[in-house]
């Protein structure tokens, strides 16, 4: 119940599409959910969070739905770059200072 | 500059050695953390810290301590009872509140020879 399902593991998206990782959990406690991104040798760093008293979160090509009836959430890259390359994991809390991240899925935009 | 130090960036052991890994922040966070990186797995809690001389078990703490002394250091030693210890370690920090964002340093490689 603690879980944070995340998939694909891996995803190859052209320039310029859309690219676009869900997550999902079990736990209804959680109340808070966090994206980082993760560049190769270095450690991971807040890209965009979301609480699920909205829907959905836009920050320029960044996006998170939030489906809480199906408990579900997801990224949206909008126009990928080659610079997005990176690896991205999802993350839940309920606020007790823990926070439970998903499997990490490694993101590769071909120019 | 503010940020959290972790060393060394890269360790080598031999079976059956302790080994301990350096965290050092200025950010000024009560809270600090350790997570265990492997391919496939994401981020795993080993211990956390809320408050100086303070930490509770994280969800794969078998084999590891640590201790928090001082707020700006939170070392993790990694034991010889730890069973597949070869792993990217990652150190974090957390701002303040329910939802506080975390900081992580940049990470310590171990490898078990």
Known sequence: QQQVKQSPQSLIVQKGGISII???????????????????GKGPALLIAIRPDVSEKKEGRFTISFNKSAKQFSLHIMDSQPGDSATYFCAATPGTGKLIFGQGTTLQVKP | DGG???SPKYLFRKEGQNVTLSCEQNLNHDAMY??????????????????VNDFQKGDIAE????????KESFPLTVTSAQKN????????????????????????RLTVL
């Open chain 2, 85 to 108: 210890p070869t792993a990217f370690y990652l150190c974090a920090t957390r701002t303040s509140g329910r939802t506080g964002e975390l900081f992580f340093g940049e990470g310590s």
């Open chain 2, 4 to 6: 959290i130090t972790q």
């Open chain 2, 34 to 51: 350790w997570y265990r990186q492997d391919p496939g797995q994401g981020l795993r809690l080993i211990y956390y810290s809320q408050i």
């Open chain 2, 63 to 70: 084999g590891y301590s640590v201790s928090r002394e001082k």
């Open chain 1, 22 to 40: 869900n997550c999902a959990y079990e736990n209804t406690a959680f109340d808070y959910f966090p994206w980082y991104q993760q560049f190769p």
